[in-house]
């Protein structure tokens, strides 16, 4: 079981700037980072609570050193 989770699939050594958001399904935003290397522990940012067991929407959004844009997005499930 992942316990934390992140843009593992992201492969990636020209990365200029990177930004991680995950939303609720009400679209409320439950956790963002702009550092590659952070993982989603599951609690709400900010308040050490854990978020609700539930489907999340994660939005990647990457700037490559040669001004490349990329974005990716899916979900994730939270259960615990």
Request: aromatic letters at 12%; hydrophobic letters at 30%; a positive charge.
């Amino acid at each position: 079981t992942q316990i934390y989770f992140g843009p593992s699939e992201v492969k990636m050594d020209n990365i200029e700037k990177f930004r991680m958001l995950i939303r609720d399904k009400k679209g409320r935003l439950i956790f963002e980072s702009n550092n590659i290397n952070d993982l989603w522990d599951g609690k709400v940012d900010g308040n050490g609570r854990y978020a609700k067991n539930g489907i999340y929407d994660w939005f990647i959004v990457i700037i490559s050193t040669d001004g490349e844009k990329y974005r990716k997005r899916g979900k994730v499930k939270l259960e615990r």
